[in-house]
Nanobody, 119 residues
Framework: VQLQASGGGLVQAGESLRLSCAAS????????MGWYRQAPGKQRELVAH???????NYADSVKGRFTIHRDDAKNTVYLQMNSLKPEDTAVYYC??????????????WGQGTLVTVSS
């Protein structure tokens, strides 16, 4: 199983970006999915999380600006980021809890995509 993240880039403050993360491989089902970020010199932190039922939660710092959603037909999770701020600059990682055809659940991580917001 692999998670492939994409969509990062360099934007100015106030602009938007949409990140995508597609899962591929031996997938029976996908449970929770999420986005994390790690800024230079800081610990990785949860940005947004979505359950298989569609329930979401967000870090306080992104509430009202970021939206997570998933397309189970495409095994993909998205993060729509609006009104970006310089403090959103970080490497963004997706993760997913995936069940294989043997009934085993594992957590997988994407490779990270860099988001840089200039002031």
């Amino acid at each position: 199983v692999q998670l492939q993240a994409s969509g990062g880039g360099l934007v100015q403050a106030g602009e938007s970006l949409r990140l995508s993360c597609a899962a591929s491989g031996s997938i029976f089902s996908i449970n929770d999915m999420g986005w994390y970020r790690q800024a230079p010199g800081k610990q990785r932190e949860l940005v947004a999380h979505i359950t298989s039922g569609g329930s979401t939660n967000y870090a306080d710092s992104v509430k009202g600006r970021f939206t997570i959603h998933r397309d189970d037909a495409k095994n993909t999770v998205y993060l729509q980021m609006n009104s970006l701020k310089p403090e959103d600059t970080a490497v963004y990682y997706c993760n997913a809890v995936i069940e294989n055809y043997s009934g085993i659940f594992r957590t997988y991580w994407g490779q990270g995509t860099l988001v840089t917001v200039s002031s």
